[in-house]
């Protein structure tokens, strides 16, 4: 059974009807559309400090404008956490060029990694971060900003388990203890480019349960239906969006949907700088060792949606077999080549065994 029709706008959500108890049930059905027909939404009223939104976003050009050594300082090459900076075009997606430069950083952690353990466990660890004399302050900025994104990414999928009738600790066990886990962030810049492509990054998936992007970005979503391009535009600086992944609808059983998803460079004079979070689940889960029991009211509202297009999207083909951390490691390596040669030769050769001359693809 499929269904034709497309949804026209994506579910707009007011956080602040989640802490009243009048009005939770009926966020919690738009979240249950949201998350069911959509993939996608806006969420506003939410709890990260707008003056420390307003504060980093002042901080962003500012990182990009550092100088090309300072920032080169900080390249991701350096790091065997994936952390750091990536020049311009950097990166491709099916085989085109991603026309962006961006930082990858990540919350609060000490890499758990001892000898003997998993080659996973090197995945996460404390960021690079530029010299503090060059752009005072950023790093307390940032830091602050993504403990609390982190925190609104717990509270926000405990609603998720609450509107698919699992209770407020329905999809924890996917987690590890607040010290085992690690969130990634990026800052990104898509610089307005001449030329035929507009492909700020290609239709994806990522790995992890949700991304939370805080700032005015031009993207471009699947739909759910017709795999046709929703445009999104001139977001609202204190909004969220947050997006579901390929792993939330596996452990879901295709209840919540995975909404492939691109971005567009911008036209004009301007270039546009994106801020998303990725909320991570515990490097030691295996998907399929995670079996959820939903209500038959919530399978019906899955069934009544019908099947969903396929998209282009190909990345991530491990989840349902390995380790979380595995899988995310995989990806990492696949998407840059240099640092898995680098800091994962043996899993570098098993993905290239010829070597590797291009630029990392994931997909």
């Not at 960021?127 to 830091?143: H, T």
């Not at 017709?226 to 609808?249: I, K, N, W």
């Not at 460079?265 to 979070?277: A, I």
Request: hydrophobic share 35%.
């Amino acid at each position: 059974m499929s269904q034709e029709v497309d949804f026209s706008a994506v579910p707009a959500l007011d956080y602040s009807l989640s802490s009243d108890a009048n009005h939770k049930p009926k966020f919690l059905a738009q979240l249950r559309h949201a998350l069911i027909d959509v993939g996608f939404l806006y969420l506003s009223n939410h709890p990260v400090s707008q003056p420390d939104i307003d504060l980093l976003i002042s901080y962003i050009p500012k990182l990009f404008a550092l100088p090309q050594e300072a920032k080169d300082k900080i390249r991701m090459v350096n790091s065997e956490h994936f952390l750091g900076y990536s020049r311009f075009g950097a990166e491709l997606t099916k085989g085109a060029v991603d026309q962006r430069e961006q930082f990858d950083f990540a919350t609060r952690h000490i890499c758990r990694w001892e000898e003997g353990d998993p080659e996973h466990y090197k995945l996460w660890g404390p960021p690079q971060w530029p010299d503090e004399k060059l752009i005072p302050g950023f790093r307390e900025v940032l830091e602050r900003y993504l403990d609390q994104v982190q925190d609104l990414s717990m509270k926000f999928s405990s609603l998720i388990a609450e509107a698919f009738g699992l209770g407020p600790d329905g999809l924890s066990q996917f987690y590890d203890t607040p010290e085992l886990m690690q969130h990634r962030s990026k800052i990104v810049k898509y610089p307005v480019v001449s030329g035929s492509s507009d492909q700020g990054v290609g239709p994806h998936y990522d790995a992890g349960f949700l991304t939370f992007i805080v700032y005015e970005v031009v993207t471009s979503v699947e739909s759910p239906r017709t795999s046709g391009p929703e445009s999104l535009r001139g977001m609202d600086r204190c909004t969220a969006h947050p997006q579901y992944f390929r792993t939330l609808e596996f452990v879901t059983k295709g209840i919540a949907r995975a909404t492939s998803h691109r971005v567009l460079s911008p036209k004009g004079d301007t270039p546009r700088y994106s801020v998303p979070f990725f909320q991570n689940i515990g490097l030691d889960v295996r998907l399929t060792d995670h079996v959820l029991d939903f209500p038959p009211e919530i399978l019906a509202l899955r069934d009544k949606r019908g099947s969903v297009a396929a998209t282009d999207s190909v990345n991530f083909t491990e989840f349902d077999r390995e380790p979380s951390g595995k899988v995310n490691l995989i990806g990492r390596v696949k998407s840059h080549p240099d640092v898995g040669e680098r800091h994962y030769p043996e899993l570098f050769r098993q993905i290239f065994p010829d070597g590797f001359l291009g630029k990392g693809s994931t997909y």
